[in-house]
């Protein structure tokens, strides 16, 4: 009977049962952060539920502190699960906020509560009581600094807050605090530096604890640039030091900080030097064991220098720190014809390797990296330039692992010397390190070279992800230059979750633009670095936070970037006469199609002007953009209508009566099309004129600033097949060309290795730079045709570009509502195109067909389908509106 009665309940409450979930709770983006200084954060999540069609119709948030309600948003009918701001009182600093979230669906159920929390990190300067302290070293050694404390009462909290001149490893008890390399991170050190809070209340024992903190050069004390000009840039401001301080809560309410200063002994460790460009050396018969521990007699040690330099540097870190993503096993041991002992990891990836020896006291093992093999089959590392990128390693007797701590280096291969005999294998793994971003988006297709090079995409993605944007990370340079950053940036907001990693980036952007509003070639920019300014480069400072907004929808990296954009966007709309700039120096189409013995005049090259003027006219349009979002429409007509008459002065400049363009080359057709630039009657005529040259060549011929845009401008047009032949280019100059030639990242040069594996020695040759990946961005918004038509995907559309004999393509992404996915299938007779649509989201479905009466949805005609709204006919498609789900759409033909 009772079983009945709760059966009957049971069944009873079936109906108002939440069929809507809430889950990936964020705040400011990140999962539970920990430090942040936000005092308005803003929350976010995504919505899960079968349902079709499924919306937010309302939301309730509410924040605690100690298990106290300090504020709650009340029930918001509202569909923002991506911005939602806190509005309770003002935060405490190093505290604990807990914070749930339920939301109802637009059948109005309501969801479970789903909760997380963040810590925040130190508001005002009052807040920091440690001293910055300064080991007294005599030479590059790294040193090692510590303190004993007690703690006699129970905790309730401990907050660490730390950061270096240099970079740092904290350790409590001699254990490592979080799981962070590299920290605190680069950014623009002479204006600001990041330190870092972490939750470490569980390292901390009743009694006596030990407080450790190691640090090695990196950013900040590292030569950095390249060649000769190496050591004139470097940052140096102060020598290498520390603050931290953990801040105690015991049960009882009492407060405690225990504190970098005087108080605290210094000594060196086993590393001996360590820098960016040239790798560690360590020496194990130096490390000091159990120097970070409890009882560690330091009376040998010296008492460190305190240094009053100004806090008001210090910022909160806000983005996901670098950490070991993954661990790969070498594939491969060999010895080359030159008598080298080589291992080979199969992959070319950024990190540093971890090598476990049976050593001899004194035996010394010095480990190289390379990227390729040359065409006798050698180690190959002039690449590197100067960069020497070694592990040097002297052993203490007996079993040991060891691996860099401060360095880290771009490879495929090892060499290792002073192991005697074969090495084995299993000694070795490499430790691939890079942001912590998610990653979020996958791409298949029929085709396996294309697959092959989504995956070199993806790890020209990770090995240049490591804290700030590089161009390439194993020779003398490996720096954030803006470029490289600009072209890839849409690629790389479909592979990755990548907002906090360039809201970070887009500050120093800021910082380091010059008082003119030029913004400079490398962010954050090396002191000495005279660069800023130049086309294509610069504008990744109005590019980066537009596309940023329309991928992850959040406003206020248009509100921080805002004064940056309009400062570039005055530099250029001052430098031009009759609207048209051609003033100063810059890079061009960087490393375009170069014919060799060029008598004949087939290298590509563009009229630089030409260019400076179509990305001034795209940014300017970028920034009118964002000025919209923000607002503040005077501005944006004010600027519309200089756009206008740029647009006017480009055609009477560079356009032709007969609709030639000045420079006939790709990028110059390509940049016309893509930036608008032509009136709508030339179109055809300059997209035929592409087609032409495209033809003509058989292959691209565009450097950094066409590519992206290539295959865009193509499809764009009407010649998506000719954009399938540029991809599918299996030779030189083209993206399967390195495919084919065994490459697993992207490669710098268009032809790094010449066909007979020879690898031109150009002072300019990196196997690992994801610039040219840009094309990644095409292959999901265009041949899978997934983009977005609002800010964050909130509403997108799925409009494939099927050809190029492709059988099938697809490609998902988590969006910041969940999870969307396209893939066709383009078969004799049959088209399929199957979709996903996050909840709270619509998106617009374009089916290839002539007519909506061929097309069916998961069996059924899709007029008689009430969740699919038949538009109508699109062009070639037919067109159809969704909410939520997963749909299977068939065309018949
Ligand atoms: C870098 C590039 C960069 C360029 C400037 C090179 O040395 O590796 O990727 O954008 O200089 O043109």
């Known amino acids: 009977m009772k079983r009945l009665f709760l059966l009957l309940a049971l069944v009873l409450a079936m109906p108002t049962m939440a069929q809507v979930s809430v889950t990936d709770l964020k705040v400011n983006h990140l999962s539970a952060p920990e430090g942040l200084t936000d005092r308005t954060p803003s929350f976010s999540w995504i919505l899960k539920g079968d349902t079709r069609g499924l919306m937010q119709s309302a939301y309730e948030v509410a924040v605690y502190k100690g298990g106290k309600c300090v504020w709650s948003s009340g029930k918001v009918k509202s569909e923002n699960s991506l911005t939602v701001p806190y509005e309770g009182p003002e935060l405490q600093s190093g505290t604990r906020y807990g914070w749930k979230v339920r939301v109802w669906d637009n059948k109005g159920k309501v969801s479970k509560w789903a909760s997380s929390s963040w810590l925040t990190g130190l508001f005002s300067l009052e807040d920091w009581h440690a001293k910055w302290i300064e080991p007294k070293l005599q030479d590059d050694r790294s040193p090692i600094m510590r303190k004993e404390f007690s703690v006699n009462k129970s905790i309730a909290s401990a907050v660490l807050h730390v950061t270096a001149h240099g970079l740092y490893e904290a350790s409590i008890n001699g254990k490592k605090v979080g799981d962070a390399h590299l920290t605190p991170g680069w950014t623009a050190y002479n204006k600001r530096l990041q330190y870092q809070t972490y939750d470490v209340t569980a390292m901390l024992a009743k009694g006596a604890n030990a407080f450790g903190l190691e640090l090695g050069y990196g950013w900040y004390h590292s030569r950095m640039c390249f060649r000769d000009r190496a050591d004139r840039y470097m940052y140096n401001i102060h020598q290498v030091g520390a603050i931290a301080q953990i801040d105690i809560t015991y049960t009882d309410g009492t407060k405690e900080s225990i504190t970098t200063d005087r108080s605290w002994k210094a000594s060196t460790g086993e590393i001996l030097h360590s820098t960016i460009y040239d790798g560690e050396t360590i020496d194990a018969r130096k490390a000091q064991q159990g120097w970070n521990c409890v009882g560690f007699d330091d009376s040998a040690w010296e008492q460190v220098a305190e240094a009053s330099y100004s806090l008001g540097e210090l910022t909160a870190s806000e983005s996901e720190p670098v950490v070991t993503r993954e661990r790969v096993k070498p594939v491969k041991y060999f010895i080359t014809p030159a008598g080298e002992k080589v291992l080979d990891f199969g992959q070319n990836l950024v990190g540093r390797e971890v090598v476990k020896v049976n050593g001899k006291e004194g035996q010394e093992i010095v480990i190289s990296h390379a990227e390729v093999l040359d065409e006798k089959g050698n180690f190959y590392t002039t690449n590197l330039r100067t960069a020497k990128a070694q592990t040097r390693y002297t052993c203490r007797e007996g079993e040991q692992t060891f691996s860099t701590k401060f360095s880290w280096y771009g490879f495929r291969y090892l060499k290792v010397e002073g192991i005697e005999g074969d090495l084995n294998l299993d000694d070795f793994v490499a430790e691939v390190i890079f942001s912590d971003y998610p990653e979020t988006g996958h791409f298949e297709s029929s085709n396996s070279l294309v697959n092959h090079l989504q995956s070199n995409i993806k790890w020209g993605m990770r090995g240049n992800f490591v804290d700030v944007p590089t161009d390439c990370n194993q020779r003398d340079e490996r720096m954030g230059w803006t470029g490289d950053a600009h072209v890839f940036f849409r690629t790389a907001t479909f592979m990755g ?342 909840a709270n989201t619509t998106a617009e479905i374009y089916v290839p067909s002539p007519s909506v009466d061929a097309v069916t949805v998961d069996g059924v005609a899709v007029t008689s389908v009430a969740d699919v709204k038949v538009v109508g006919k699109d062009g070639p498609y037919t067109k159809y509106v969704v909410g939520s789900g997963k749909y299977k759409f068939v065309a018949n033909r």
Not at 594 to 611: C, H, K, M, W
Not at 770 to 793: H, I, N, Q
Not at 811 to 821: F, H, I, L, Q, S
Request: proline letters at 5%; aromatic letters at 14%.
């Open 497 to 838: 979750d990548v907002q906090n990693f360039f809201i970070k980036w887009l500050k120093d952007l800021a910082l380091d633009q010059w008082p003119g509003g030029e913004i400079t070639d490398l962010v954050p920019c090396i002191p000495g670095w005279m660069g800023a300014g130049r086309t294509g480069w610069a504008d990744a400072g109005v590019t980066i936070p537009w596309q940023h907004y329309m991928a992850y929808g959040d406003k206020r990296v248009l509100e921080n970037q805002y004064e940056s954009m309009k400062r570039w966007i005055d530099f250029m709309f001052r430098n031009t006469q009759d609207f048209l700039w051609s003033s100063g120096w810059h890079y061009g189409d960087w490393l375009a199609y170069q014919a060799e013995n060029d008598f004949g005049g087939r290298s590509a090259v563009t009229y630089r002007p030409l260019i400076q003027q179509c990305f001034m006219v795209h940014s300017a349009e970028q920034f009118i953009e964002a000025a919209k979002v923000l607002g503040k429409t005077r501005v944006a007509e004010r600027y519309a209508a200089t756009v206008e008459k740029c647009k006017k002065a480009f055609c009477e400049a560079y356009l032709t009566p007969r609709g030639h363009l000045v420079s006939s080359t790709q990028t110059a057709y390509v940049l016309a099309l893509e930036f608008d630039m032509v009136p709508d009657e030339v179109r055809p005529t300059i997209a035929a004129r592409l087609a032409e040259n495209v033809r003509e060549y058989g292959h691209l011929t565009t450097g950094f600033l066409g590519t992206p845009y290539l295959c865009h401008a193509l499809s764009n047009n009407g010649y998506t097949e000719l954009a399938y032949r540029i991809l599918l280019h299996e030779g030189y100059p083209g993206w399967l060309y390195s495919v084919k030639m065994g490459g697993t990242t992207i490669w710098e040069l268009w032809d790094s290795m010449k066909p007979d594996r020879t690898i031109p020695d150009t002072g300019m040759n990196s196997f690992n730079h994801y610039s040219k990946g840009a094309v990644g961005d095409w292959l999901y918004r265009e041949a899978v045709g997934l983009k977005e038509t609002s800010a964050g995907y909130k509403t997108f559309m799925v409009r494939p570009n099927p050809g190029g004999g492709f059988k099938y393509m697809g490609a998902d992404k988590v969006t910041p509502y969940g999870r969307a996915a396209a893939k066709w299938y383009d078969e004799p007779g049959k088209f399929t195109l199957e979709v996903e649509v996050p």
